[in-house]
């Protein structure tokens, strides 16, 4: 038994009131967020300065009543410690030099990738010490086919057709890539909890566009070895897998990958999760425009979320991340009523 409400629902305990968190709850909504990120000369400096990245993470606990403090890093450090250029453009997301069949076998080889992220396993031990023992504290990172995605791609895309092409011309190089992120994420979220991460997430952001033979190979598979891999070390490890746009796929990613919960995204249908299988912890899943919208339709729509899941452990989330343009007034609300009804 843990008396963190959050901890123990990944772990299938159902709550009277279900727990809340926000992807990503730190960020560009807060002025606070946007202070401190003029500290860092570049977004990747804010994730490797243990000061300024316990300082984001904790600024959404100082507004609102929530559940949980998600470690605040990127799923794109781990091509960087591999030794692949990352940078971030102002208004325009991510941008690396894209990997190519012969630099792949030199990723990670010239530094371990572990020591270049040891600053963000420092910010995980001093947010372990410094919330409250009720909340619990989630580490992360980035599910391969997702990572990889932006490492074969060079940026983000709504279709992700290079890295789609790529693991078709390229199979063996593609299948040496996605292996060398699995080993680094097992290693990467084991150090996460040891350093006093109390459960991870693994993002699957670019679940969808994938036909069921890619979804297996390039979604199920790197997912379900991560989570042996770390369960492997720690047992029993607290795992969410977040496969966003899985749909008909969800069912198969949940039973086959052995994530304790399952991240929802805002285009699941209600109904449809209901059929899930009824001790699998679910957590999400409101459109983050209703909550830039506000008002009675997001108030409904919360209702309604958390009716549906009423019979089973349940996390109340966004089905993916908040953005900026979010009214903070907004946000106290929506943690209002999860919380208090
Ligand atoms: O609060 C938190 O949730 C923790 C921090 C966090 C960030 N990114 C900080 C961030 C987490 C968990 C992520 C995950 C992440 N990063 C994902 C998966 C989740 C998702 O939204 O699908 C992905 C795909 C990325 C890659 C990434 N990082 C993109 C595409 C961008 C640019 C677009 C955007 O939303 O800004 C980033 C930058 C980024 N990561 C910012 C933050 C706060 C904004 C950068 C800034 O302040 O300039």
Redesign the pocket.
Same mark, same amino acid.
Request: hydrophobic share 40%; net charge positive; charged share 15%.
């Given at each position: 038994m843990t008396h963190k409400p959050l901890l123990a629902t990944v772990l299938g305990e159902r709550q009277e009131r279900p727990p809340i968190w926000?992807?990503?709850?730190?960020?560009?909504y807060l002025p606070e967020?946007?202070e401190t990120?003029t500290k860092a000369k570049n977004?990747l400096e804010?994730?490797y300065t243990p000061d300024l990245a316990v300082e984001?993470?904790l600024q959404?606990l100082r507004r609102f009543d929530l559940d949980a403090a %998600? &470690?605040?890093?990127? %799923? &794109?450090v781990i091509p960087d410690a591999l030794g692949q250029s990352v940078r971030?453009e102002?208004g325009e997301?991510?941008i690396l030099d894209p990997v190519s069949v012969a630099s792949i076998s030199g990723l990670g080889k010239e530094k371990d990738p572990l020591e270049h992220l040891a600053p963000v396993l420092e910010t995980v031990r001093r947010l372990r010490a410094a919330i409250a023992p009720a909340q619990t504290l989630i580490g992360?990172c980035?599910s391969p086919w997702?990572v990889a995605t932006?490492m074969i791609g060079g940026r983000?895309s709504t279709d992700q057709a290079a890295a789609r092409l790529f693991a078709l011309r390229h199979q063996e190089a593609f299948t040496a890539l996605i292996d060398v992120l699995v080993q680094t994420s097992v290693n990467y979220l084991v150090a996460q909890l040891e350093a006093g991460a109390d459960v991870v997430?693994l993002?699957e952001?670019?679940a969808l566009n994938l036909d069921d033979d890619a979804f297996t190979s390039h979604v199920i598979e790197p997912n379900r070895r991560i989570v042996e891999g770390v369960r492997a070390r720690i047992p029993d490890a607290p795992i969410i897998g977040?496969p966003?746009g899985a749909a008909g796929n969800l069912a198969r990613y949940a039973a086959e990958t052995g994530v304790n919960a399952l991240g929802l995204d805002y285009a699941t249908p209600l109904d449809f999760a209901r059929t899930l299988s009824p001790h699998l912890p679910v957590q999400g899943n409101l459109d983050p425009l209703r909550l830039v919208a506000g008002g009675a339709q997001m108030d409904a729509r919360i209702d309604a979320i958390i009716a549906s899941f009423a019979d089973r452990p349940h996390i109340f989330n966004l089905g993916?991340?908040i953005v900026?343009e979010t009214p903070i007034e907004h946000v106290a609300r929506l943690v209002n009523r999860v919380k208090n009804g």
């Open positions: 926000i992807m990503r709850q730190a960020g560009r967020y946007r990120r977004f804010l994730c984001v993470s959404p %998600i &470690l605040f890093s990127d %799923i &794109l971030f102002t997301g991510p992360f980035g997702t932006y983000g997430q993002f952001s670019w977040f966003r993916h991340g900026p």
